[in-house]
């Protein structure tokens, strides 16, 4: 099986330091798919977006999205860090790196991790405003949920 390396973290993560580590030593990576998601500002009205996530829990179902995606593609490495704490508008929340000796499957993969990660992974959000004041928790979307649910169906190359 591909090495596979996950993290949740409060700190920043260096998106090109990572896949600089992903590709060390290696001439047999011949593609990295990469997929970098930031806090927006919503229209301005955001100061932040806490992040909860069940310690453990979390770094489980994101190795257990990771396996099931090394099973489905010839990956020959990946990398899912995902972010908690208060993160401003700007700020990096999760990287996911996919390599492969082929661009398909570093693609697929990448884009199969970041649709589990959004709806399987245990992780909360919760706006803080630009006023001071608290917002809500942010619901799930039904997106989200049809994006995963596309890969029931679906085999890899």
Same mark, same amino acid.
């Given at each position: !099986?591909?090495?596979?390396? &996950?993290? $949740?973290?409060?700190?920043?993560?260096?998106?090109?330091?990572?896949?600089?580590?992903? @590709?060390?030593?290696?001439?047999?990576?011949? *593609?990295?798919?990469?997929?970098?998601?930031?806090?927006?500002?919503? %229209? %301005? /009205?955001? *100061?932040?977006?806490? @992040?909860?996530?069940?310690?453990? !829990? +979390?770094? +489980?179902?994101?190795?257990? =999205? *990771? +396996?099931?995606?090394? /099973?489905?593609?010839?990956? @020959?490495?990946?990398?899912?860090?995902?972010?908690? %704490?208060?993160?401003?508008?700007? %700020?990096? &929340? =999760?990287?996911?790196?996919?390599?492969?000796?082929?661009?398909?499957?570093?693609?697929? #993969?990448?884009?199969?991790? !970041?649709?589990?990660?959004?709806?399987?992974?245990?992780?909360?959000? /919760?706006?803080? @405003?630009?006023?001071?004041?608290?917002?809500?928790? $942010?619901? #799930?979307?039904?997106?989200?949920?049809?994006?995963?649910?596309?890969?029931?169906?679906?085999?890899?190359?």
């Amino acid at each position: !099986m591909a090495p596979i390396r &996950i993290a $949740v973290q409060a700190e920043p993560f260096d998106a090109a330091a990572e896949t600089e580590r992903l @590709l060390a030593g290696r001439a047999d990576i011949g *593609a990295v798919a990469s997929f970098t998601g930031y806090c927006r500002d919503e %229209g %301005g /009205r955001l *100061a932040a977006l806490e @992040l909860e996530h069940y310690p453990g !829990m +979390a770094e +489980a179902e994101m190795g257990r =999205v *990771a +396996a099931d995606a090394a /099973r489905r593609w010839p990956l @020959l490495g990946l990398t899912a860090i995902h972010r908690h %704490g208060l993160i401003p508008p700007g %700020g990096p &929340i =999760v990287l996911v790196l996919a390599a492969s000796s082929h661009r398909e499957a570093a693609f697929g #993969a990448a884009e199969f991790v !970041m649709d589990f990660l959004k709806t399987r992974a245990p992780f909360w959000k /919760r706006e803080h @405003l630009r006023d001071g004041t608290l917002g809500p928790w $942010v619901e #799930a979307k039904d997106t989200d949920d049809r994006a995963a649910d596309r890969w029931a169906a679906a085999t890899s190359p």
